[in-house]
């Protein structure tokens, strides 16, 4: 194997020294985003427990948390709602003007209901052209995901008043049924177009990035939670900091093998330095007579 020249050796440890830096700013990240989600989730804890009777049953809940929704305590106004983060559970649960938005509602309503142990999901409603023109819940009650929508603070029924599934929404005598008694709820509202993540806002959508995944894993949107990355801030935090963490990770590995075998040069290992710290600090002196 030709020798390592002085060059490359330099441009190693600065690309060594650089990751390094990188992989333990990433930690600090993941840190501190673990601790807010952890304070956000202790938050909503203790928010669902004062308005969900924990003995309740799934239906009992979503009644509970729409009912909070509809007449609960006094909320104030927020000065400049445009200032105010969408994604922010203390946002979305503590100011009036948020409550009567379908996206910030129904965040408001996932949050509640995740943290009572109800789970949940975001659905968005489709215009022909993809764009969203309503945001409503799911909720899995005996295996079935029923439609709860909180801007109206409503689950929807039909008839005979049993709880209906999206699927069943697309009968336009179900969707009739269900919506006619429910004041200003507009008949466009319907769901014969939906998706739970809406890919159009990403600049990959225009090259087809929902039919890829769709012909490559057909069922992604149904199988993965994206409701709670997409609509709380501290959580999608942990999840990209954690994503960059790993990252840096593989690549000082893979650096570190490329040191090893391919450059032969040597470099700083900090496992090794660290076990042998602990070894020093622990171990007993050595005491001469």
Partial sequence: MPA???RQAAV???LWRTVNVLLIASLLFVGYSATWEYSVRRYLKGFSDAIVPSSATPEEKIDSILTWIRSGAPR???????ELSERDPENTLNYSQLLTICGTATNAFLN???SAGVTSRRLLLLTPERTTKHVVAEVLVDGRWIIVDPTY???LRDAQGHTLTRKDLQNPAIFTQATSGIPGYLPSYNYQKFA???LARLPLDGLGLRYLLRRVYPTWEEDFDWSLLLERESFFFFFVSSLIFIFFFLVRVLLAWYADHRLRVPRYRLRRNIVRAGATFFSPPEIKE
């Fill in 4 to 6: 390592v020249t002085p």
């Fill in 12 to 14: 190693f440890r600065v």
């Fill in 76 to 82: 104030p106004l927020a000065p400049n709602v445009d």
């Fill in 112 to 114: 509640l209901s995740r």
């Fill in 153 to 155: 603070r409503i689950v």
């Fill in 196 to 198: 739970h993540v809406r």
